[in-house]
């Protein structure tokens, strides 16, 4: 009984960690797309990026955690958009190597959210 009890428990820690990683992988995907097509928006290297799907990742996160409103473009209507568009400046604030601008924020927001529609998984925690 407790070997079965401790292979459902690690069975369901190595799920929750391959759905980290793909989460982590959607993201990066996601975000290199939208800086790709968005004028203003620019990552300069792999690891900006990777550290940018990070924060974004804990930003959306922490504001579904808080107040319950994903953070997507598409999720909530306008305030998810909205959203979508603060996170992605924001980010800036806290990534080397990852600027934008208000309108390239705006822009990338709905870009995100077409892409996101597109690419299959779940981007938030």
Known sequence: MDNERSNVQSSSGTSTIGQIIWRFVAAAVVLAITAFFTPGFTINNI???ALAA?????????????????????GKGFVGFVLSAAVLYVTQYFVAGYTISWIAAIIGALVYGVVDYFIPGDNSL
């Open 47 to 49: 690891w900006a990026l």
């Open 54 to 74: 990070v924060v974004l990742t804990v930003i959306d996160y922490l504001i579904v955690r808080f107040t319950g409103l994903h953070a997507s473009p598409f």
